[in-house]
């Protein structure tokens, strides 16, 4: 029983290598953004995907949540609706993980665009009482409750609650996730000012990767499911 995994970037796809070997069981797609998210759990689902997930980084957007910490997320909100994940599934995987592992469970949030500010990270928690929040998981949470299918959710926050992203960042990604490497080049000769802001940035995005390469490693690619849920 295949399961089909929606990730924002290759990076966090890769994640789910463990030792480096990809599991024939698992299915994955990288593209940022709702619409890509969408197209991509479709896809997974046509090429057999049986249960879906949503594994990457996220935004966080609660006071105290550090850089590195995963988000098993309970429910997803998007707008006024509202899809629950699988408390099986997750379950099953919390008894995989290791017990030092940062993990918090609650409400992820699903929004069209990056959400960029300690403002609006703040008005987004006041608003909705999640914990963090991303742009692909409620697409892919839409998918999975329309089509019937069991899903999780899994994000390791890479930017907390009080860390501001340059606005210009979403332009050096693609569409499928990789980075341009070149245009944050060209950006931060224009406005050197940034940088340390980028690689603060970039230090907590390595925390968020740790902790879902841990994860993989302790959980194992397919992340406690099986045909029993």
Same mark, same amino acid.
């Given at each position: ?17 463990? $030792? @480096? #070997?990809? $599991?024939? @069981?698992?299915? !994955? ?6 619409? =890509?998210?969408? /197209? ?16 990457? #980084? ?24 509202? /899809? ?7 379950? !099953?995987?919390? =008894? ?29 928690? #006041? ?5 963090? &929040? $991303?742009?692909? *998981?409620? +697409? ?6 329309? *089509? @019937? ?6 994000? +390791? #926050? ?5 860390? $501001? ?6 332009? &050096?990604? *693609? ?5 341009? /490497? ?20 970039? @230090? ?8 879902? =390469?841990? *994860?993989?490693?302790? +959980? ?10």
């Amino acid at each position: 029983m295949p399961i089909g995994v929606v990730s924002g970037f290759l990076r966090e796809a890769k994640c789910l290598l463990v $030792d @480096g #070997i990809a $599991d024939p @069981g698992v299915l !994955s797609f990288a593209g940022v953004g709702p619409a =890509r998210s969408e /197209y991509g759990a479709r896809e997974l689902i046509t090429r057999g995907a049986e249960a879906l997930v949503s594994f990457g #980084i996220a935004g966080g957007i609660a006071p105290g949540v550090q850089a590195g910490t995963l988000v098993l997320a309970n429910k997803v909100v998007d707008g006024a609706n509202i /899809y629950k994940s699988s408390n099986v599934w997750r379950n !099953s995987l919390k =008894r995989l993980l290791p017990a030092d592992l940062e993990l918090v469970e609650g409400a992820i949030v699903g929004s069209d665009t990056m959400v960029l500010s300690q403002c609006e990270k703040n008005k987004l928690h #006041i608003n909705t009482g999640a914990i963090a &929040c $991303d742009m692909e *998981t409620h +697409a892919l949470a839409r998918v999975a409750v329309e *089509t @019937g299918l069991p899903f999780i959710v899994l994000r +390791a #926050i890479s930017d907390p609650a009080w860390q $501001d992203v340059p606005d210009w960042v979403l332009s &050096c990604l *693609t569409s499928n996730g990789e980075v341009d /490497y070149f245009c944050i080049a060209l950006t931060l000769a224009k406005r050197p000012w940034e940088l340390l802001a980028l690689l603060n940035l970039a @230090g907590n995005s390595k925390r968020a990767l740790s902790s879902l =390469r841990r *994860t993989a490693s302790a +959980a194992g690619s397919s992340l406690g499911f099986s045909s029993r849920i």
